[in-house]
């Protein structure tokens, strides 16, 4: 999806300063005038006013059904464009995306990018249950060409020995695994976590001699599992796997 700037909108008069009903006194809990102008657009979605794909009306049109001033109505459709909500594209106007999960749930990985080594923990606990279970539904539905999909990153792991390189591989194979569950949008959450974490599997990867090869081995593991379709062990083999860097994590944070 192109994210363009809020100017996709069409051409309209210079911004009003006349009141609107923004200006009201909230009957409920308070929101600011941007979120009050993002809860009205996403209505307009919700109650099917607006469909995926759909073009949303000029900005003095939509201001004036919605009641919104043009600059609260530019900063609410900035904030659902980086959501993924809208799509706005300079010169030809503001749409709707496809509104597919997996887009929506990008987002995380934004979220996730904001937290500081002190919470990395948190985050791995976060893939240790999202992960092993996405990768056990993928034992129960992995064809085989994805299949052999995972074996080919296998494959060029055997090749690698900078850390940065192997993580990167590491993490390629696991998102073949979980894009396998056939489920997108678990698939784009678990990447997100994965994302934010891998930094910590470049560490040890550095640090402990061994561990490119642990990392093989439990590779070859959870693909073994994957091949005979037995979700049990795969989802205590990702367990393990990932449960392993997330204790070492945890000694090296207790260390310092």
Same mark, same amino acid.
């Given at each position: 999806?192109?994210?363009?700037?809020?100017?996709?909108?069409?051409?309209?008069?210079?911004?009003?300063?006349?009141?609107?009903?923004?200006?009201?006194?909230?009957?409920?809990?308070?929101?600011?005038?941007?979120?009050?102008?993002?809860?009205?657009?996403?209505?307009?979605?919700?109650?099917?006013?607006?469909?995926?794909?759909?073009?949303?009306?000029?900005?003095?049109?939509?201001?004036?059904?919605?009641?919104?001033?043009?600059?609260?109505?530019?900063?609410?459709?900035?904030?659902? *464009? /980086?959501?993924? =909500?809208?799509?706005?594209?300079?010169?030809?106007?503001?749409? #709707?995306?496809?509104? +597919?999960?997996?887009? %929506?749930?990008?987002?995380?990985?934004?979220?996730?990018?904001?937290?500081?080594?002190?919470?990395?923990?948190?985050?791995?606990?976060?893939?240790?249950?999202?992960?092993?279970?996405?990768?056990?539904?993928?034992?129960?539905?992995?064809?085989?060409?994805?299949?052999?999909?995972?074996?080919?990153?296998?494959?060029?792991?055997?090749?690698?020995?900078?850390?940065?390189?192997?993580?990167?591989?590491?993490?390629?194979?696991?998102?073949?695994?979980?894009?396998?569950?056939?489920?997108? *949008? /678990?698939?784009? =959450?678990?990447?997100?976590?994965?994302?934010?974490?891998?930094? #910590?599997?470049?560490? +040890?990867?550095?640090? %402990?001699?061994?561990?490119?090869?642990?990392?093989?081995?439990?590779?070859?593991?959870?693909?073994?599992?994957?091949?005979?379709?037995?979700?049990?062990?795969?989802?205590?083999?990702?367990?393990?796997?990932?449960?392993?860097?997330?204790?070492?994590?945890?000694?090296?944070?207790?260390?310092?």
């Amino acid at each position: 999806m192109g994210r363009g700037r809020t100017g996709g909108f069409q051409n309209d008069a210079a911004d009003s300063g006349g009141a609107t009903a923004e200006n009201a006194q909230p009957t409920g809990p308070v929101l600011s005038v941007t979120e009050a102008a993002i809860l009205k657009i996403k209505n307009l979605i919700v109650d099917g006013a607006l469909r995926p794909g759909d073009r949303l009306p000029t900005q003095d049109r939509l201001a004036t059904q919605l009641g919104l001033s043009r600059s609260s109505l530019r900063e609410a459709v900035s904030a659902l *464009t /980086l959501l993924g =909500v809208l799509d706005a594209r300079q010169g030809d106007g503001t749409y #709707v995306t496809s509104l +597919r999960p997996e887009l %929506l749930v990008s987002v995380i990985g934004y979220i996730v990018d904001l937290h500081q080594d002190s919470s990395l923990l948190e985050l791995f606990e976060v893939r240790r249950v999202l992960e092993p279970a996405a990768s056990a539904l993928a034992a129960t539905r992995i064809t085989d060409d994805e299949l052999a999909g995972v074996r080919d990153c296998l494959i060029r792991m055997e090749h690698l020995s900078d850390p940065e390189e192997l993580v990167a591989g590491d993490m390629e194979f696991h998102d073949c695994i979980v894009r396998a569950s056939g489920n997108a *949008t /678990l698939a784009s =959450v678990v990447r997100g976590f994965s994302q934010q974490t891998s930094r #910590v599997h470049v560490w +040890r990867m550095a640090a %402990l001699a061994g561990v490119p090869e642990w990392t093989r081995s439990q590779h070859q593991a959870i693909y073994r599992a994957l091949a005979a379709h037995d979700a049990q062990m795969v989802l205590a083999a990702e367990t393990v796997h990932v449960a392993e860097s997330e204790l070492w994590l945890r000694r090296y944070l207790d260390s310092k």
